[in-house]
């Protein structure tokens, strides 16, 4: 468990809150890397002897470290310094393997399943082709430095690209194998975004909370001349995943 440093002190002189003093000391040490990501903090009952403060200020300056996802709570076990968050882009299609490697973690893949499926009216209204025609359907947990992050069941037109199935896409994009492969290169993407909560078999799969709180991506993929070519839905852990995008005015 990593102690806090005894040098450190609330002023009851200050303007500022005890509660916000000692957030502003936990939060300055989780990003100086005094406390770094998986650290067991003290208990609260070791932070109000440390601070000499209430119980109440202790907890209040934990839950607006809870509330900026710098630190979450492990029922029966304690609290610990978050894990950076996955942040994603809005602007521009990247793999989750480039990705994960551009931000300096080790992407993993473990496949959950993979078969041909044929298109329900659903599928084949959003990838513009007959129902009941063959999809590649593969189911993949994604991983960072082995925690896993996010789910993705991507449905591939599998008339342009056959033989998918047979391919090792648990170690290379599959982005990338469509391209190098089937020629096939992914130029542009509708995507909508909503919450959702985990069912439990998906919170076991990511290691949450049954019921927690999903970031749901529905995305529809277009090749360079504008034919949709996969349906892709994500599944990504709350705690880990953000995303970010550009506005201009």
Not at 176 to 188: A, H, P, T
Request: with cysteine; glycine share 6%.
């Amino acid at each position: 468990m990593m102690r806090i440093d005894m040098t450190d002190r609330v002023s009851r002189q200050s303007k500022s809150p005890l509660y916000e003093q000692i957030y502003q000391l936990l939060r300055n040490k989780i990003f100086d890397g005094q406390l770094r990501p998986g650290d067991l903090l003290p208990s609260e009952a070791e932070l109000v002897e440390q601070y000499q403060v209430s119980r109440a200020t202790v907890r209040q300056a934990l839950d607006e470290l809870v509330s900026d996802g710098l630190i979450q709570r492990k029922q029966g076990r304690g609290t610990f310094v978050s894990p950076p968050k996955v942040e994603q882009g809005l602007v521009r299609i990247v793999s989750f393997t480039e990705d994960m490697r551009r931000r300096g973690l080790e992407p993993g893949t473990k496949l959950r399943s993979a078969g041909l499926i044929p298109a329900t009216d659903i599928l084949a209204r959003h990838l513009e082709i007959p129902v009941d025609e063959p999809l590649a359907k593969i189911e993949r947990l994604r991983l960072a430095d082995g925690e896993p992050v996010s789910i993705e069941i991507s449905y591939l037109v599998h008339r342009y690209c056959p033989g998918i199935l047979e391919q090792d896409y648990t170690s290379q994009s599959l982005r990338k194998m469509l391209e190098d492969q089937y020629g096939v290169r992914i130029s542009s993407a509708r995507q909508s975004i909503r919450a959702i909560s985990a069912t439990n078999d998906m919170a076991k799969a990511l290691s949450v909370e049954n019921n927690v709180a999903l970031l749901y991506i529905e995305r529809i993929s277009y090749t360079e001349y504008d034919v949709p070519i996969e349906y892709l839905r994500l599944f990504h852990r709350g705690d880990r995943y953000t995303l970010h995008g550009e506005l201009r005015g």
